[in-house]
């Protein structure tokens, strides 16, 4: 297939891209590099398209003619920024999906695989989470612009006959992993490796998933394979399990064979949040996209333990 991978020099959309050079797909990249790096291509460059743009201020349409299928992973992910700076995800997360939306109708292309982010549940009550809950209620400008851009998604599938699949991720992790609380640890320990500092109290509970297991997700359930026309479908993509945040902590530490780290805690905000925004508890049920064929290979540990390893070598 000849398909465009936005944001596909970033952490995910990189490994998305290796993914699909391996299958044989024409793969073109639309990045503008704010946090994508060159470096993340090199194992495919020579057999991808690579356009430096701006979604959001630059003309793209013309990488669009032919394509079948766009993956639109460009966003601002930082969930954190969003509560000091909302403008930044209604411009990054919600502008630029309507210019991908739009640029895409007048190329006649009409399919779109979009990653989205558990944040659109927001403090969910059952818990695992599956894709039926409602409703939708996100506490994060973050969660607020994903949800608000997957409506714009489904609008163009109601009116456009648009084929959309949305994925909604826990967090994800992996080599190449450039935010989030992983990232985060790795760095605050190679700065002082006898103290860390943990954002909140220490209790809120997440999933986690190896990016191998995402880029799995996002090719198991393709819209050109698996929605008819106008039809917009909703996958969570998670593993199994979820540990909370000293959890985390103590899986760094081994990775990079710490010993007598002391954890001081922030107390946080709103009853232990990391920050504002922040939710505390968080398991997606996958039940829906195993029941397409696809299967987590890593735990929340396991996910967790190999990218420190990776960013502990790295830097
Ligand atoms: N990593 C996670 O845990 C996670 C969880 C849920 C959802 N997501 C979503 O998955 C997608 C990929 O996230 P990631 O973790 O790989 O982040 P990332 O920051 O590594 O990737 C985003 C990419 O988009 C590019 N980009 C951003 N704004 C752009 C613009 N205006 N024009 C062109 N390129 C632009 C960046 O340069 C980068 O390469 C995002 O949509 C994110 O919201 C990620």
Not at 26 to 38: K, M, Y
Request: proline content about 3%; some cysteine; glycine content about 8%.
């Amino acid at each position: 297939m000849k398909v465009v991978v936005t944001g596909g020099a970033g952490f995910i959309g990189s490994h998305l891209v290796d993914a699909l050079v391996k299958r044989g797909d024409s793969v073109t990249v639309l990045d503008n590099f704010c946090s994508g790096e060159r470096e993340f291509l090199e194992q495919s460059s020579e057999n991808i398209e690579i356009h430096e743009v701006d979604l959001l201020n630059d003309d793209f349409s013309a990488q669009l003619e032919g394509v079948e299928l766009v993956f639109h992973a460009a966003a601002n992910p930082e969930v954190r920024i969003g509560e000091t700076q909302p403008e930044i995800m209604f411009e990054q997360n919600v502008k630029v999906t309507e210019k991908v939306l739009e640029s895409m109708r007048c190329a006649g292309v009409s399919n779109i695989s979009f990653t989205s982010t558990s944040t659109v549940y927001g403090e969910a009550t059952i818990i695992p989470t599956p894709e039926t809950y409602g409703p939708l209620n996100p506490i994060s400008e973050y969660g607020k612009s994903k949800l608000e851009a997957e409506r714009l998604i489904e609008e163009y599938c109601a009116k456009f006959g648009f084929r959309a699949v949305s994925l909604r991720f826990a967090n994800c992790v992996g080599a190449r992993s450039n935010h989030g609380v992983t990232f985060d640890f790795v760095n605050k320990l190679r700065d002082n490796d006898k103290e860390l500092t943990i954002l909140g109290d220490g209790s809120q509970s997440k999933s986690y998933f190896h990016v191998e297991d995402c880029v799995s997700s996002m090719l198991a359930v393709l819209p050109t394979d698996i929605c008819s026309e106008g039809e917009f479908c909703a996958f969570n993509v998670g593993s199994e399990d979820a540990i909370d945040v000293v959890a985390v902590a103590d899986t760094v530490c081994n990775a990079m064979k710490l010993e007598g780290v002391g954890y001081e805690f922030t107390g946080g905000v709103d009853g232990g949040r990391g920050w504002k925004g922040d939710v505390k508890t968080m398991l997606l049920s996958v039940e829906l996209l195993k029941s397409k064929g696809w299967k987590p290979k890593f735990d929340s540990q396991e996910a967790v333990h190999s990218t420190a390893m990776w960013l502990a070598e790295r830097y």
